[in-house]
């Protein structure tokens, strides 16, 4: 979870404004990085960024009110992980 600045990103269609920032999301989908985000964070631009290396990995992703007087909303998210302890047990019992 990052604030990035290319707010000319279009997420959707993975397109950009300059080719500074066009470059970006070739990075990002040539490392098979889902951007999980969807809602603007700032203005109306789409600058907080929540890039996950699985699907279902992350969940319940909330995009929330601004923090005291920030102009930068806030972003709330579950990760979902499995319980080591829980695997373990029954790896043993197999």
């Not at 000319?8 to 990085?33: C, M, Q």
């Not at 809602?39 to 290396?53: H, I, W």
Request: proline share 4%; glycine share 8%.
């Amino acid at each position: 979870m990052v604030d990035f600045n290319f707010p000319d990103i279009n997420w959707e269609y993975h397109t950009a404004v300059t080719s500074r920032s066009g470059k970006f999301p070739k990075y990002v989908e040539d490392n098979f990085l889902p951007q999980v985000l969807c809602k603007p964070t700032r203005k109306g631009a789409l600058l907080a960024l929540l890039f996950v290396n699985r699907e279902g990995f992350v969940g319940d992703v909330v995009v929330c009110g601004c923090l005291g007087h920030s102009d930068h909303e806030m972003v709330e998210f579950t990760i979902f992980g499995i319980n080591i302890k829980r695997s373990t047990e029954l790896l043993h019992r197999i």
